[in-house]
């Protein structure tokens, strides 16, 4: 069983192949037109989305047969297109226009191969990143979701039945990472600036504060503000401060928002009685979390689980795989179906 799949919800265009629940290929091209305006212009995405999808699908499938030993020539992949089971692709949540795109071609390629239609929700597709490769979670698992738009606990019973068990009230854990790496000044996008220089920083140099939220849920956008003082108040007095200590600041910046994270997937375990946790999401690529989740695990005696880096960001992989368990389901869509920019669960 062969689904191709394609990834569409922001800035970057992706396809991937998969069979039987294995990946065969995984290809991305990524977006660089948004760097100089410091964030992604949508409608500059849907733009790119257009020029990029045909040429990302065809490398996709041209991968998918040389994995597969077979030649990799026009008479191969179209082959290979013609026993295509279904297509797959995200329909929410994202930026309207860059869904389209990849909803339109995903539909208009459903009906001219007479494949069933597969929609898949982005943020399933991060968790279900966690079953492609081996080591693999036994359900029930906890999965941190966390990316530039969304930071959520994830109880997973089943690949088809996850429940959202704790969110942000505003800000995402992303978003913490990329502004503030904007009021240090650094290019975007920011988050991985911040992971690099906090690799050489102290994380105890500067203490920010942890928002005391009830429950599961979190807050950023308190931290936000409080990063944004610190700064005026350092700089108002030493204009070169930030430059002075950049790698403290930015070590101790993401030592706070991985305490923030893991300090609620902590109370999300005791509160379950679950032990096997999961990442997920873009920033799940960060060095920092990912040493202090395992380094957690260890404590804890959990079993801990972390995607390779291709899987962390936005990928037609994960969108693959999630397809591959709602193809055994028969849960398929019709040709009338419209992506959205928010969906809940």
């Not at 037109?33 to 500059?44: D, I, K, M």
């Amino acid at each position: 069983m062969t689904i191709l799949a394609i990834e569409s919800s922001c800035d970057e265009t992706a396809a991937a192949v998969c069979r039987d629940g294995e990946i065969l290929s995984n290809f991305i091209a990524n977006q660089t037109v948004h760097e100089q305006y410091g964030g992604v212009v949508p409608e500059l995405a849907s733009r790119a989305h257009m020029q990029n999808i045909v040429p990302v699908v065809y490398a996709a499938l041209q991968k998918a047969c040389q994995q597969s030993g077979e030649p990799t020539d026009e008479a191969a992949i179209h082959t290979l297109l013609q026993s295509v089971h279904a297509i797959a692709f995200t329909q929410a949540p994202g930026l309207i226009g860059s869904l389209l795109v990849g909803a339109q071609f995903a539909k208009s390629l459903a009906l001219a191969l007479n494949v069933p239609l597969i929609a898949v929700h982005h943020m399933q597709a991060h968790v279900l990143a966690n079953l492609i490769e081996d080591p693999r979670p036994e359900f029930p698992f906890l999965c941190l979701t966390v990316s530039g738009g969304h930071t959520q606990i994830v109880l997973c019973e089943s690949p088809l039945s996850l429940k959202v068990i704790g969110e942000t009230m505003d800000d995402a854990a992303g978003e913490a990472f990329d502004k503030s790496a904007k009021l240090l000044g650094l290019p975007y996008p920011g988050g991985p600036l911040i992971d690099k220089y906090a690799q050489t920083g102290n994380p105890n140099r500067f203490k920010f504060p942890e928002p005391q939220i009830p429950g599961l849920n979190f807050s950023f956008s308190g931290l936000k503000t409080a990063i944004l003082y610190f700064l005026q108040e350092n700089t108002a007095s030493n204009p070169k401060f930030i430059e002075e200590n950049l790698a403290d600041i930015c070590a101790s910046i993401q030592h706070r928002i991985i305490s923030i994270l893991l300090n609620k997937v902590k109370a999300a375990a005791a509160t379950t009685g679950i032990d096997q946790i999961c990442i997920a999401g873009g920033v799940s690529a960060n060095s920092g979390l990912r040493k202090a989740l395992t380094e957690m695990g260890q404590k804890h005696n959990w079993r801990t689980f972390i995607p390779a880096f291709q899987y962390c960001t936005d990928n037609a992989a994960m969108i693959a795989m999630t397809a591959y368990y709602k193809y055994l389901e028969g849960d398929f869509v019709d040709l009338g179906v419209s992506p959205t920019a928010r969906a809940e669960w």
